[in-house]
């Protein structure tokens, strides 16, 4: 079983994962793990935080002259925001200053107020410490792990915005998207595949801005190359569908996720699923269109897996929504503290991150084996005996 564990705080000393589970004899590309996480720092409306950090992995265990070793892999990537707030955030009992800077006021849309209350925190710094997107980092790199080995095993997995606030990608350009609109894709500073877009996209930040106010949009990943067999109809929590959902789901401010055409209640039946082929040649059954998002039944059918997310607007606001101060339960309008003003380029990122933790965990399930050989030998095999039914 492939898992995975993060450990954090966002003005901490730094961030904390161990894989385990992950297969002998993979090859560790860092340089490409680094690259993600350059990824998931930019794009146009990120804050100030973006610009202090420069986020990299160093690997503690589980990895030696570039390949892994089968143990857990241990890594920690630096806050190095930390020195600013080694007070605050120190471990040791009551450090010097930490009451001058306790947080009682919480902000509308996080999960200060509740989480605040179910732990019983009057400080809600304890809170927001740990639910910030900044542990975010730390799944990316577990993804990178994911990816390298999926990749060893023929998937890429990418992704692109679909829409920031009201500008959307039309329905024809995104038939046309496919893993040779990458490049297109990282050259747009809103990682939008239609180059029109990107303008109108940047300036719907821009108006934001100046407003004082926040935006939310859409993000699409796709995992070319999964083979048919990955999880199953068998029960509820192993279908593929599900697992993805629930990963994509617990990215920080993604309020909606859809599979496939799945938001989609318009067409007919007729006009929905799609066909079934079989080409003599490859000896392989395939579809001409892909509503299904390369998902039946919780088991992935072959085609090009897609999922979409939804995220809701940042919630930190110049333009404050109004909040109760749980000392004094005086209303208070929200301070406003830097803050991003839109993050849907990121949560792309994130979000291949987390579908390639999700289809690592089901290959690992599907073609376990200690090693990368044996992993692929088992899913070359198992493509030979598919294709001989
Ligand atoms: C990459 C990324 C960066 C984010 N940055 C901020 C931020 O700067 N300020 C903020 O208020 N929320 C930010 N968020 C959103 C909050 O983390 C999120 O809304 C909050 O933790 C509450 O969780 P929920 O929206 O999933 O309910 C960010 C989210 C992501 C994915």
Redesign the pocket.
């Known amino acids: 079983m492939l898992r995975f564990l993060t450990s954090g705080e966002s003005h901490g000393r730094g961030l904390v994962s161990i894989l385990e589970g992950f297969p002998a004899q993979v090859p560790v590309a860092f340089g490409v793990i680094n690259q993600d996480l350059k990824r ?1 720092m930019a794009g146009y409306g ?2 100030a ?1 973006m610009k202090i950090e420069s986020d990299q992995i160093e690997v503690l265990s589980g990895v030696r002259h570039g390949y892994t070793l089968g143990s857990p892999v241990a890594f920690v990537i630096w806050n190095r925001d930390w020195e600013n707030w080694t007070g605050i955030m120190s471990a040791e009992p009551d450090p010097a200053g930490s009451e001058k800077r306790r947080v009682t006021r919480p ?1 509308p ?3 200060d107020l509740p989480g605040g209350l179910k732990y019983q925190f009057l400080d809600m710094r304890n809170v927001l410490e740990r ?3 900044r542990e ?1 980092a730390s799944r990316v790199a577990v993804g990178g792990f994911c990816r390298l080995l999926l990749r060893e095993l023929g998937v890429r997995i990418y992704s692109h915005t679909t829409a920031i606030k009201n500008v959307r990608i039309s329905e024809e350009v995104l038939e046309r998207v496919g893993i040779e609109s990458l490049e297109q894709i990282e050259a747009s500073e809103m990682r939008c595949a239609d180059p029109e877009l990107n303008q109108g996209m940047k300036a719907a930040v821009d108006r934001a801005i100046e407003q004082g106010d ?1 935006i939310g949009g859409e993000f699409e990943v796709r995992a070319l190359g999964v083979p048919v067999g990955l999880g199953s109809y068998v029960h509820w929590d192993r279908r593929l569908d599900g697992r993805l959902a629930q990963a994509v789901m617990s ?5 909606a996720v859809e599979v496939g055409s799945g938001l989609e209640s318009d067409p007919y039946g007729s006009q929905y699923h799609d066909e079934i082929l079989y080409d003599e040649a490859k000896r392989e059954f395939y579809r001409r269109t892909n509503h299904a998002g390369g998902i039946e039944g919780g088991v992935s059918n072959g085609a090009e897996i897609i999922i979409r997310g939804v ?2 607007p ?3 606001m110049r333009r404050a929504l109004m909040s109760v101060d749980i000392e004094t339960k005086e209303p208070f309008k929200a301070q406003y503290e ?3 003003t839109c ?1 849907v380029p ?2 792309g990122v ?1 979000g291949e991150a987390m579908v390639a933790i999700v289809l690592a965990q089901a290959f690992q399930e599907k073609f376990g084996g200690d090693t990368l050989a044996e992993m692929r030998s088992n899913l070359e095999s198992f493509r030979e005996r598919v294709r001989n039914l």
């Open positions: 998931r990120r804050g935080r902000r849309g996080h999960a639910s910030s997107a975010t926040t990215i920080n401010a993604v309020k995220l809701k940042i919630p930190t830097r803050s991003d993050v990121a949560a994130i």
